[in-house]
């Protein structure tokens, strides 16, 4: 298993640009201490954290999944060698009830990038995300909710979503089974 150390990409971007963490709060509405968290590995972050940084700091979302900056035509990422990205949290601090395994990794300067989610526990916490671009969700196991701009839509296995992402969002297990969905967030 590839560890992509995200938080530290983060860092050093932001060190790169000589930027503080309170400027990097300031800019995106995070607060320290999560970015703090993220750049120490202490947490994970949500697909839509990611994406907002990654709109910040003008690059794509794909550079924190790359294992480098080479170029390759096709990238065949195998079961056994998908990244898991465990801990997802919200600003707040509490738990998502999912993690994500990139399926993509070696390719750079994607327009897509393509996500299993495992949706593993009902949670309480329904606030939405929005972000740049466009997402495609298929259910590919078990029962799952989506709260997409004040609806709530019922997707089962074999359904599939496509939506703009600035649209508020959040996917949730409907009743707490496991739920499997392959995401694909476009930019």
């Known amino acids: 298993m590839v560890d992509y150390n995200i938080g530290a990409k983060i860092k050093e971007l932001r060190r790169t640009k000589k930027l ?3 400027a990097v709060a300031n800019e995106t509405g995070f607060s320290t201490a999560l970015i703090s968290q993220i750049e120490n590995n202490n947490i994970s972050p949500p697909i839509a954290t990611l994406s907002r940084l990654a709109d910040y700091f003008g690059v794509k979302i794909g550079i924190f999944f790359s294992e480098n900056e080479e170029e390759c035509r096709f990238d065949l990422v195998r079961r056994n060698e998908r990244t898991i ?6 600003q707040d601090g509490t738990n998502h009830g999912y993690f994500y395994e990139s399926l993509s990794r070696r390719k750079y300067n994607k327009k897509m990038e393509p996500f299993i989610l495992t949706l ?3 949670v309480m916490d329904t606030s939405t995300y929005s972000h740049d671009g466009e997402e495609f969700l298929f259910i590919m196991q078990g029962t799952a909710e989506l709260v997409l701009d004040e609806q709530r839509l019922v997707l089962n296995a074999g359904d599939g979503v496509y939506f703009d992402a ?4 959040r996917l949730l297990s409907r009743d707490g089974e496991e739920v499997k969905v392959m995401a694909v967030v476009m930019r």
Not at 85 to 90: G, N, S
Not at 166 to 169: A, E, G, I, R, V
């Open 85 to 90: 990205i465990p801990r997802v949290v919200a």
């Open 120 to 122: 593993n526990e009902k």
């Open 166 to 169: 600035k649209l508020k969002h």
């Open 20 to 22: 503080t963490l309170q």
